[in-house]
């Protein structure tokens, strides 16, 4: 298979309690097959679990790491068989480029549940097992490179009305909370409510708001209640405000948490009104104190996972943000700032999401 050279930044060891966290490298990658699209990436946001992998905080790292999986581009190249994409087409790409295709999640298009040996094949760090070089020893590599070869089934289209920049946090915080709230049928009229207010929490505050929801965000940071007015959010309350919260109590048909370390879910799911749903989508860690079972089963309340969203997903909810003129807070910068961003991101200094201009990339010096 013939292959091209492709510069990147990337983790070549665990670099725990390192500053400088992803460094130059140069990675290959192959020309595309039959069906395959080729893509020049223009930006690519950096997402939380980005950080994560390359700390190999859940155990499952294939080193080299180039992360990435919120990528935004155009198509330099298609195989002989791509019907849906040509040269120039502005695309993206998510936390997906495979999955087995034959089981019932597969078939049932939500690849993101793939039930074959090895998981989906993520964009980056390959098959999503708990030790994947126990089952494949094949890595992929993200979108902190100048490119990158993608399935066709597997690439998404970029709405005309949705600013590039701004469109790659979609590819993975948009789906992240949308798809959730499409499972659990959030509607117009429903009282949710979104723990924390990150990348994914600001852009789940925007969609709930827009499906008709009555919006209360629970933050652990006061200086947030502005940024979560502006973003639509009905109510606000601190989650240190004793009063505030227990006030609070069987109030929420449904909750998204999203904070991405473990902490101790049972406050929030007093927040539930009996036959809610709290919807876990940030942390993949234990919980840091067991849960209350007697909240949950007092008032018939759920409590529940999501895995990022399908393709069918991700296409419906650039849609979807297109349609109501909905995208997130970004703050764009060199690819060179990225372990900087990365130092800020765990300090919570960002509002809400790095997106990297990946031409500072493609023109750093070989």
Avoid at 9 to 34: H, Q, T, W
Avoid at 58 to 72: A, D, F, K
Avoid at 309 to 338: K, R, Y
Wanted: hydrophobic residues 40%.
């Amino acid at each position: 298979m013939e292959t091209t050279k492709t510069k990147a930044y990337g983790a070549s060891r665990s670099l725990i309690n390192s500053f400088n966290m992803v460094s130059r490298m140069n990675i290959e990658r192959d020309k595309p097959k039959a069906d395959e699209v080729a893509i020049d990436i223009l930006y690519c946001g950096v997402c939380h679990s980005d950080l994560h992998q390359i700390k190999n905080d859940w155990g499952n790292t294939l080193y080299p790491c180039v992360p990435g999986h919120e990528i935004v581009g155009k198509v330099s190249a298609v195989g002989l068989n791509v019907t849906t994409y040509k040269v120039g087409d502005t695309v993206g790409v998510g936390c997906m480029i495979d999955s087995c295709g034959q089981c019932a999640s597969c078939q049932e298009g939500v690849q993101q549940y793939c039930e074959g040996p090895s998981s989906f094949l993520a964009t980056y760090n390959g098959f999503q097992q708990p030790n994947p070089l126990e089952i494949n020893k094949k890595n992929t590599f993200g979108g902190f490179s100048t490119s990158i070869v993608v399935k066709e089934s597997f690439v998404l289209r970029i709405p005309d009305k949705l600013d590039i920049k701004a469109a790659a946090p979609i590819l993975c915080a948009g789906v992240t909370t949308y798809s959730p709230m499409k499972h659990w049928g959030v509607k117009a009229g429903d009282k949710v409510g979104v723990v924390g207010l990150g990348g994914l929490g600001h852009m789940a505050v925007q969609l709930a708001k827009a499906m008709g929801a009555e919006v209360t965000v629970i933050t652990s940071t006061e200086t947030k209640k502005g940024a979560a007015e502006a973003l639509g959010a009905h109510h606000v309350i601190l989650s240190s405000d004793i009063k505030a919260m227990n006030a609070a109590e069987l109030s929420l048909n449904f909750i998204l948490s999203t904070i991405p370390d473990p902490y101790d879910i049972n406050e929030y799911i007093k927040l539930l009104k009996r036959d809610g749903s709290l919807v876990v989508v940030g942390v993949l860690a234990p919980f840091s104190k067991a849960t209350n079972n007697m909240e949950v089963a007092l008032h018939r309340r759920s409590v529940a996972g999501s895995l990022i969203g399908s393709i069918q997903e991700t296409q419906e909810v650039l849609d979807f943000c297109a349609e109501h003129n909905l995208a997130p807070e970004i703050e764009l910068i060199p690819i060179q700032a990225v372990n900087q961003a990365f130092d800020r991101m765990e300090k919570e200094d960002v509002r809400f999401r790095f997106v990297i201009d990946m031409q500072t990339l493609k023109s750093e010096a070989e």
